[in-house]
């Protein structure tokens, strides 16, 4: 049986974790943290990627597990919408909706799926040797057929295969995140754009409102209550965006700057290593499509894992390249404070979706409509795709 260890305890490390032992692979994850802690409150599953979940049987659950999106879109910050879009003209379009889950739930499904025999904790990598297929760790060396490294955005293996590349870039706003009780309130999933500002909400499970927000800010700045800060630059916003931050607890709010992979790394992969997720190509989460490229990445890896990794690096660099620069595009667009400039694309895309109606979803076909690697013998087989029935 070939052996993989796989480098971080993340959504990309243990779902690329998870397919290579639905391969046939003997697996370890090794986590150099003693307990998984997993940073952030909520995030979107896609479509694409969950259609990746179901080719390891696990998109039905976590469909049952989130909820359905629903009408989302995108609003100027005294709440006229701009664009927008339904579940169900998504589920036309692509099979399928975005569903929005705690991340904490999803790595609890992931661990399950993987095995918790699997996931060595408190494991900390000091290198690899790629061409021998060698981890070593601070309890000796480990040897393996393959090495998926899935060690996030500062990861040392990266650093280590491809030591000019010059690692993260700032992408020029800090991003504030939080849960918060919906309590009696009429919350539609939405996202507000302002002058350099952005407010997101999105309603998880069990009544929780998911939100996030960006402010333009130098890298490394240091706020006092982080609470106090979003009610100072969103208290004045369209509902539910005052009342939810009146709800709020300020301890559930974190902050932090947002690093994405501005050049592109010339593989995914080098001797038996194979970079997944934020490791290979950190994005700003603005097509909120960071989670849904590691999955992605995760199962085409195992499709892939029994010959040339070149194969891998050719089905996934290119387009994650785009995914990147498009997210990348999208935030720039974010951060215009200008006034004039702002009327001018706010008028823009008003207009444009006007025009077409089904413009926020078309723009995002290349992405959305993306389908796992099958092999000749299921061409053409599709899952069946399970309902959602939470909310």
């Not at 993306?370 to 092999?375: A, D, E, L, T």
């Amino acid at each position: 049986m070939p052996r993989a260890l796989v480098i971080g305890g993340g959504i990309g490390g243990l779902t690329s974790g998870i397919a290579l032992r639905r391969k046939g692979w003997d697996v370890t994850v090794l986590e150099r943290a003693a307990k998984i802690d997993p940073v952030g409150s909520g995030l979107a599953i896609a479509a694409n990627a969950l259609k990746a979940l179901d080719t390891v049987d696990l998109g039905d659950l976590i469909r049952r597990l989130s909820r359905l999106q629903g009408q989302a879109g995108l609003r100027r910050q005294d709440g006229r919408w701009l664009l927008h879009t339904t579940t169900q003209n998504a589920e036309a379009r692509y099979g399928d909706s975005a569903v929005i889950m705690l991340r904490a739930t999803l790595m609890d499904v992931l661990i399950g799926a993987l095995g918790a025999d699997r996931l060595r904790l408190g494991t900390t990598v000091s290198g690899v040797d790629a061409a021998r297929g060698v981890v070593r760790t601070g309890d000796g060396d480990l040897e393996a057929d393959l090495i998926v490294a899935a060690d996030g955005i500062h990861s040392k293996t990266r650093q280590a295969l491809f030591p000019e590349h010059p690692g993260p870039a700032y992408s020029g706003v800090t991003a504030w995140r939080g849960l918060i009780p919906r309590g009696d309130l009429n919350i539609q999933s939405s996202e507000s754009w302002g002058k350099g500002l952005v407010f997101g909400i999105s309603l998880l499970a069990d009544d929780l409102v998911y939100v996030y927000a960006t402010d333009v800010l130098p890298a490394g700045t240091a706020l006092g209550n982080e609470l106090e800060e979003l009610v100072r630059r969103f208290g004045d916003w369209h509902e539910p965006i005052p009342a939810l931050l009146r709800a709020a607890d300020p301890a559930k709010i974190i902050r932090n700057d947002i690093h994405h992979l501005s050049t592109p790394l010339p593989a995914y992969h080098k001797g038996k290593v194979a970079l997944v997720g934020d490791a290979a190509h950190a994005m700003p989460p603005n097509l909120g499509q960071g989670a849904c490229q590691a999955i992605e990445d995760a199962i085409t890896l195992a499709y892939f894992a029994d010959g040339d990794l070149a194969a891998y690096t050719a089905a996934r660099l290119q387009r994650t390249t785009k995914v990147v620069r498009r997210s990348m595009s999208m935030s720039r667009m974010t951060q215009i404070r200008n006034p004039v400039a702002v009327w001018l694309r706010d008028t823009a895309l008003s207009l444009a979706t006007r025009l077409n109606p089904n413009l926020m979803l078309r723009s995002m076909d290349d992405v959305l409509g993306w389908r796992p690697p099958r092999s000749p013998a299921s061409h053409g087989a599709e899952h069946p795709r399970g309902r959602q029935t939470t909310g």
